[in-house]
């Protein structure tokens, strides 16, 4: 292993934070448990954030950014993890308190390694990455409610995004008829071919509409937020959930609370940084047993590190379409 390796790092320059690529050596990195050769990590809205420096996700600086990491285990001084493990990292903090994977090389806790499915290759993972596992927290969270497809409909916002682009993979593989929410006509063919077989156009979301709407949706995953989760609330059936885990839209909620009362909506909340182990291996199994793996491939863009800097600003402006695998090597 060299002795030195890059990394995407936000850090003070003369006195101003500013996002470079530099060479670091392995006594840079935190003392963490276990050293991770790193393969891949991807593009996630929040990363486009923090590498612009658009929204303060570092908590102190300096800052390896990157919420994900793939790659194999180099050194573990936990006996659980051996040399050569092949290893995933979804949040845990990582870009905000704790270092991240936009490096050759991390170090990171033991506690935060999800073992990477057979099913997948280390590339695989990170095309899923932190937006597909949420993705997948989000079916879970739809299905633990009891949605089942005979019920209807499941409304995918923010389609032609990662969270919306894995989610209408996942649901139309498990039977569920999906209808695609998207501001870009040039996504349509796209999300079809992922399973969506109805297209609803964004801004008839975005709008104020009326606090109960006539009801549309069995359930719905929602990475928009502001008035488009307020909107497809007022359009949920009897008994229906709404998955939200995004706020591209705003994180703002002009909602009144007639849904709820009056139809037994659910709101469920999904997180996926601090998720517990267990509910994370759950994800991952279930991704490797309920994605397909040739829309993964479709829906999946391989860059090189060196272009960060552009994907970042591309994916703020919502202008990434599906996945973007970010290449460290
Ligand atoms: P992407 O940028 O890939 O996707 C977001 C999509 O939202 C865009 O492609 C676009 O879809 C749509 N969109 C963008 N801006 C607006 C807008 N102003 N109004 C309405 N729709 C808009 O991001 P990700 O899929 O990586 O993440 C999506 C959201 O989910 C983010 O807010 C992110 O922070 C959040 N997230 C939360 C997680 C959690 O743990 N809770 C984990 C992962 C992500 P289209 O062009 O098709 O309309």
């Not at 899923?128 to 409909?153: K, R």
């Not at 964004?202 to 109960?212: C, D, F, K, V």
């Not at 008035?227 to 706020?247: E, N, S």
Request: with cysteine.
């Amino acid at each position: 292993m060299s002795e030195t390796f890059k990394a995407v790092i936000r850090e003070e320059v003369d006195g101003q934070p500013v996002t470079r690529i530099r060479e670091l050596g392995l006594a840079d990195l935190p003392a963490h448990d276990v050293l991770v050769d790193v393969a891949y990590s991807t593009l996630n809205y929040k990363d486009g954030l923090a590498v612009s420096g658009k929204a303060p996700i570092a908590r102190s600086l300096p800052m390896v950014c990157g919420v994900d990491l793939a790659g194999t285990i180099v050194e573990s001084a936990n006996s659980d993890y051996k040399p050569g493990d092949k290893v995933l990292v979804n949040g845990w903090g990582l870009s905000e308190r704790h270092w991240g994977g936009y490096t050759q090389r991390q170090r990171v806790k033991s506690d935060w390694l999800v073992r990477v499915p057979d099913a997948f290759t280390l590339e695989q993972t990170m095309a899923i990455g932190t937006a597909g596992y949420t993705s997948m927290l989000c079916v879970l969270a739809l299905e633990d409610h009891g949605i089942t497809p005979d019920q209807g409909e499941i409304l995918v916002t923010g389609a032609g995004g990662g969270v919306g682009s894995v989610a209408i993979a996942l649901l139309s593989r498990l039977g569920y008829r999906v209808a695609a929410s998207t501001g870009r006509a040039e996504t349509h063919d796209y999300l079809k071919r992922l399973g969506a077989s109805e297209i609803v156009d964004r801004a008839t979301l975005s709008e104020r509409g009326r606090p109960l709407d006539k009801e549309r949706w069995a359930g719905a995953v929602d990475s928009v937020g502001s008035q488009t989760l307020a909107t497809l609330l007022a359009q949920i059936k009897y008994g229906g959930a709404v998955a939200a885990c995004g706020l591209a839209g705003g994180n703002d909620l002009p909602a009144t609370v007639l849904p709820f009362i009056l139809r037994g909506v659910s709101l469920l909340g999904v997180d996926s940084v601090m998720a517990p182990k267990a509910k994370r291996e759950r994800a991952w199994q279930r991704l490797a047993s309920d994605l397909d793996q040739g829309l993964l491939a479709e829906m999946t863009e391989v860059e090189p590190m060196s272009n960060i800097f552009a994907l970042a600003d591309k994916i703020l402006a919502g202008q990434t379409r599906g996945r973007v695998v970010i290449d460290v090597n």
